[in-house]
């Protein structure tokens, strides 16, 4: 599956902005947001299963809302009340089997697309 991510951009802390996955295909596909700060390691921030079920990284749980449209085969992240903590090149990545105790796991999708990058500003 193809995974390409877009809404990134630059926003004042305390700001939102609302990234989109389109996927060549997203029915039957456990799908997540990663993120990746220069230097680092990417990590973590969610995941919705392919049942509806959504799992989120604590340093943004209350805050981000991960969300899909398999009719569009879409995949959003709804991220409010920004902090410069935040910045990072934002990952959409999708797999048919993931099992829910590696679901925080970069290597556990096998597809991954294109990062955004969003910048969030003091």
């Known amino acids: 599956v193809q995974l390409q991510a877009s809404g990134g951009g630059l926003v004042q802390a305390g700001g939102s902005l609302r990234l989109s996955c389109a996927a060549s295909?997203?029915?039957?596909?456990?799908m997540a947001w990663f993120r990746q700060a220069p230097g680092k390691e990417p990590v973590f921030v969610a995941a919705?299963?392919?049942?509806?079920?959504?799992h989120y990284a604590d340093s943004v749980k209350g805050r981000f809302a991960i969300s899909r449209d398999n009719a569009k085969n879409m995949l959003y992240l709804q991220m409010n009340s920004l902090k410069p903590e935040d910045t990072a090149v934002y990952y959409c990545?999708?797999?048919?089997?993931?099992?829910?105790?590696?679901?925080?796991?970069?290597?556990?999708?096998?597809?991954r697309g294109q990062g955004t990058l969003v910048t969030v500003s003091s």
């Open positions: 990545a999708a797999s048919r089997s993931v099992i829910l105790s590696a679901i925080r796991t970069w290597d556990s999708y096998y597809y």
């Open positions: 295909s997203s029915f039957g596909y456990h």
């Open positions: 919705i299963r392919t049942g509806g079920s959504t």
